[in-house]
Structure formats: structure tokens, C-alpha cells
């Protein structure tokens, strides 16, 4: 595209006016997106081709009681009743006494891939005979993680088909998501294995798939604390264990059932400068585990309990990647309190599954709409043109006409105006 050549190489400034002589966007355009509030500096040494800084709406998720300790959870969502949602679940779960979380290990997984295998089960066992020397040069090519009680644990060697095979590291990266340490290790072992073994390489690359690094969260819940109005707790709890079989049984379910526990994952992923492609990568991955896409999360009523789980990887990072750079990533973790990654790990698993009871609960009692909508139309009142001391008043004129659509907000938002110019 003309104008745009070594783009990167230009300042932000010079970006801008770029995209003005283009016309790509008009002058006005181009000054809305210089906030002097906003930190510039950081963007640019964050991205490339940075232009402005894209602003998501942070808030804050309460009710949650996790291992006996209540947090104040950060959350960045664009997504209105979000965090209304993620609040109520955790309510209600607090009635209960809480979540209880589970982590045995926290290992991430990188594979390096050898291609062209004349003898793949020759050339297994002469890598596992290899381990004691990969495992030193994995501690060599990044020493801090061994100064800090990490380093790289073990191999594994899998032959994938008769030609490739993929030799798995395993690394302690201790308070690290650990992505590019375990890089830096790949590559060191793949150069030994290329020259000493002779062998073929296509790839080393860190693994998303944390099967290694698994988080548990379960909570139990009284029967009798699900009940709404006329509806029984029990009929209630019965409802979600069918939900929940059902996003066992079917993909089209099991998709939108995840959809809603990402939207708590999410949520807070980000507000904690965490990746969150790989988290979503590594969930979905992990929901075919049993061989057909399913449910993250299971819910079972035993005796008068309703009993939910989840389960699924969770590589969460309190040090690395954005997390020492970004100042509301620091604070969000001081909002958090947190002590380590591990925590930080049962917190997003936690806030998965009150995700999940929530939205469980709406769409077993009053349908989606009813809760999600009326945080909706909020949005729907900007959309239409509405200032911020005419949204409730649209708000309210389409509850009262229980109307949801754009063409009403903008009647109701006229009447408001006609209104106030009668009144003046
Ligand atoms: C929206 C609610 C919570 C209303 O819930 P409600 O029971 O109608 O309202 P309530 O006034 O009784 O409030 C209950 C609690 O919710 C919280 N709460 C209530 N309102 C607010 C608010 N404005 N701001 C912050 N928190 C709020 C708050 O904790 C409150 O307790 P309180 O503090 O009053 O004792 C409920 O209907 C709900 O949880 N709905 C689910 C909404 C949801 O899941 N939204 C995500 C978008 S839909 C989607 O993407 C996922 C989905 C649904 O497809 C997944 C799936 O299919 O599985
Ligand atoms: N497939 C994927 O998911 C990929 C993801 N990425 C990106 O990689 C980044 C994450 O990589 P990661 O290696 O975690 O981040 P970093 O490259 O930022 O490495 C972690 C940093 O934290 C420091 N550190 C301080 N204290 C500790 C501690 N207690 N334990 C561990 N490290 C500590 C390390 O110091 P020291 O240097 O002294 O060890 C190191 O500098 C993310 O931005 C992600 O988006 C990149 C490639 C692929």
C-alpha cells in the first residue's frame, strides 16, 4: 500500500500524518487518538507499528472465596453482565464456603520436532539415552532459571509417525509463563541434536499445551441456596447437572458452555498481563482430551449438593511478558494479592467456573436475556447516540416497552430530546 513502506521505521507521529495524507482518516480522527493521559512510550516499545493505545473497560469481580482467602478479582472485558455474572456465581458458591482448588505440578512442555526419521525407534531410544545431556544444555542456555530452584525436569520422546518425531522438554520456569526461556532452551538442545545425532530439524517451539501445568477448581452447593421464587432449589441443581451432561454430549453445546467459562478466563488473564491466545489455545485443546470437543467444566447433584468442577491448563505468569511493564498490570496484581503464580492460577480457574454456575443458572431459570439484556441495553443506549445522562433514561424506556432493538432506542432517545426541549 503506497505511504506505507518501512511504516515501522517511521515515529508515531509520522504514523499518524501518514494515515491523514492517505486519507485514511481525517485530521479530527487522528487528534482523537492522542489522549495526553495515555503513556505513549510504552505502545511503542510494546508493539510494532504502534498508533494509539485501544482502551477495554476494567472492573472489578467480588464474592470470591478461594482456598478460605476472599479476592477482589480484577477483570478486562468489553462484554456487558460479565462481571455481574462472575460476581453472582461466586455468591452463591460463598454461601457454600468457597472454592476449593488443586495444583500438583507446574511444568511447561516444549517440543523440539525431528524430521526426516530414517528409524524412528532407534532414533527414540538414542534420545532418551540422551536426556542427562539435554537436560544440561536446556540449564545452560538460560542458567537464571536454575539460580532461581527451576530448570528443565525431563524428556519425553514421542514418535508422531514413521518420519517425525517429537522430543518433549519439561521446565520448571518457576514464577514465569516461561515461553521464551523455554525457546532459548529448545534451540540450544535442537543445535546439539542437528550436529551430533544428524538429524533433521523442523521446529522448536514451546508447547501450548500445558497438560503438565494443570489447574482444579470444585465447589459444593447446597441444594436449597439454588432456589429462585417459585422454582426449587433442587429442580434447579437437576437443571444445571443436565446442562452440564449436555455440554458432555454435544460440540454446538459444549462450545458455548466453554464460551462462557472464557469469558471469566479471560477476563482476568488479561487484566493480569498474561497471554491470554495461548490460555485459549490450551483450553480448547484440552476440552478434546477424551477424544470429541466437550465441556470444560462438569456440575453433578450427589444427595443434596450440587457439585461443580474444572479442570484445564492454566501457564499464568506472575513475573515476564507484559506483566513487568505494564503499570495497571502491577497494580491489578496488588489488587489481587498475590503471593505467587500458583494463586494466581486458582484464581482464573475459580473465576472460570462462578463464570460457568452463573450463566448455568440464568439459562435454567430465566433465559439469558432477561440478566444479560438489561446490562446490554446500556450499551445499546451509546450506540444509538446517547449521552451519558440520557442512558438510564433510554435504559428504562426500553424495559418498559420490553424492547431491545436499536430502531426503538433511537425513538425513545428522540422523545427524551423532544422533551427536554419542550421543557426549556
Ligand atoms: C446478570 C445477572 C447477574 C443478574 O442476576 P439477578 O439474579 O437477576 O440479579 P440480582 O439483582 O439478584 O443480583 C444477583 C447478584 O449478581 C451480581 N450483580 C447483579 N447485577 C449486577 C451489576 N449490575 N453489577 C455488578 N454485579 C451485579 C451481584 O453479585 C448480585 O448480588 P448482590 O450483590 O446484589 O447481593 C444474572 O442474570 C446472570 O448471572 N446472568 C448470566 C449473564 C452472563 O453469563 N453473561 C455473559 C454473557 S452471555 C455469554 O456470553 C455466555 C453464555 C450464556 O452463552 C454461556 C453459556 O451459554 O453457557
Ligand atoms: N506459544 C506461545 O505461547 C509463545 C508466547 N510468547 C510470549 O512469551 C512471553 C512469556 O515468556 P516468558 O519466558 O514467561 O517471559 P520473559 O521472556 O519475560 O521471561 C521471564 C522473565 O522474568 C524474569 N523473572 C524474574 N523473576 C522470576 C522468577 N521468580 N521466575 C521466573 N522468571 C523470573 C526472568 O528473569 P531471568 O532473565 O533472570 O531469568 C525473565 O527475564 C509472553 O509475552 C508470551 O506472549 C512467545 C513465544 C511463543
Redesign the pocket.
Known amino acids: 500500500m503506497n505511504g506505507f513502506n518501512k511504516y515501522y521505521q517511521k515515529d508515531r507521529q509520522t504514523r499518524l500524518d501518514i494515515l491523514v495524507q492517505q486519507k485514511k482518516l481525517t485530521q479530527a480522527e487522528v487528534d482523537s487518538l492522542i489522549d495526553p493521559k495515555l503513556d505513549l512510550t510504552l505502545g511503542d516499545t510494546m508493539i510494532e507499528n504502534f498508533i494509539t493505545q485501544y482502551q477495554i473497560p476494567e472492573g472489578l469481580a467480588l464474592n470470591y472465596v478461594i482456598d478460605g482467602k476472599e479476592y477482589l478479582i480484577p477483570m478486562v472485558t468489553e462484554e456487558p453482565s460479565v462481571i455481574a455474572a462472575a460476581s453472582h456465581g461466586a455468591a452463591i458458591v460463598k454461601r457454600s464456603g468457597g472454592f476449593t482448588s488443586e495444583l500438583k505440578e507446574r511444568l511447561m512442555i516444549g517440543q523440539i520436532v525431528i524430521e526426516q526419521v530414517k528409524d524412528a525407534t532407534k532414533l527414540a531410544q538414542e534420545l532418551e539415552q540422551k536426556q542427562a545431556k539435554l537436560l544440561q544444555l536446556a540449564n545452560e542456555a538460560?542458567p537464571?532459571?536454575v539460580c532461581?530452584g527451576?530448570g528443565a525436569r525431563e524428556i519425553k520422546v514421542r514418535i508422531l509417525a514413521p518420519d517425525l518425531i517429537s522430543l518433549d522438554l519439561l521446565v520448571d520456569?518457576?514464577?514465569?509463563?516461561?515461553?521464551?526461556?523455554l525457546?532459548t532452551m529448545l534451540e540450544a538442545c535442537a543445535s546439539y541434536l542437528r550436529t551430533e545425532l544428524d538429524t533433521e530439524i523442523l521446529l522448536s517451539?514451546?508447547s501450548?499445551y500445558a497438560t503438565r501445568c494443570l489447574v482444579k477448581v470444585t465447589c459444593e452447593i447446597p441444594v436449597s441456596e439454588l432456589t429462585k421464587g417459585e422454582l426449587a432449589g433442587e429442580k434447579i441443581a437437576q437443571k444445571i447437572a443436565t446442562a452440564s451432561r449436555l455440554a458432555q454430549l454435544d460440540p454446538y453445546r459444549a462450545t458455548t458452555h466453554n464460551k462462557g467459562i472464557m469469558n471469566g478466563i479471560d477476563a482476568v488473564v488479561i487484566a493480569s498481563g498474561n497471554?491470554w491466545r495461548?490460555i485459549e489455545a490450551g483450553a480448547h485443546a484440552y476440552a478434546t482430551r477424551n477424544g470429541s470437543y466437550q465441556g470444560l467444566s462438569t456440575w453433578q447433584v450427589k444427595g443434596d449438593k450440587l457439585i461443580g468442577e474444572l479442570e484445564l491448563p492454566l501457564p499464568l505468569?506472575s513475573?515476564?511478558?507484559?506483566v513487568?511493564i505494564v503499570p495497571l498490570v502491577k497494580l491489578n496484581h496488588r489488587l489481587l494479592e498475590l503471593q505467587d503464580a500458583k494463586e494466581l492460577e486458582k484464581i482464573v480457574a475459580a473465576v472460570g467456573l462462578g463464570q460457568n454456575l452463573a450463566a448455568l443458572y440464568a439459562l435454567v431459570t430465566d433465559g439469558i436475556q432477561k440478566g444479560h439484556m438489561k446490562l446490554q441495553l446500556k450499551s445499546l443506549a451509546v450506540a444509538v447516540g446517547a449521552s451519558p445522562s440520557e442512558v438510564s433514561a433510554v435504559v428504562a424506556g426500553l424495559l418498559a416497552k420490553k424492547a431491545r432493538d436499536s430502531a426503538t432506542a433511537k425513538q425513545i432517545l428522540e422523545e427524551i430530546r423532544g422533551n427536554d426541549h419542550e421543557q426549556k
Open positions: 538460560h537464571s532459571i532461581r527451576g520456569v518457576k514464577e514465569a509463563m516461561g515461553a521464551n526461556m525457546n517451539i514451546l501450548n497471554d495461548a505468569g513475573v515476564g511478558g507484559s513487568s
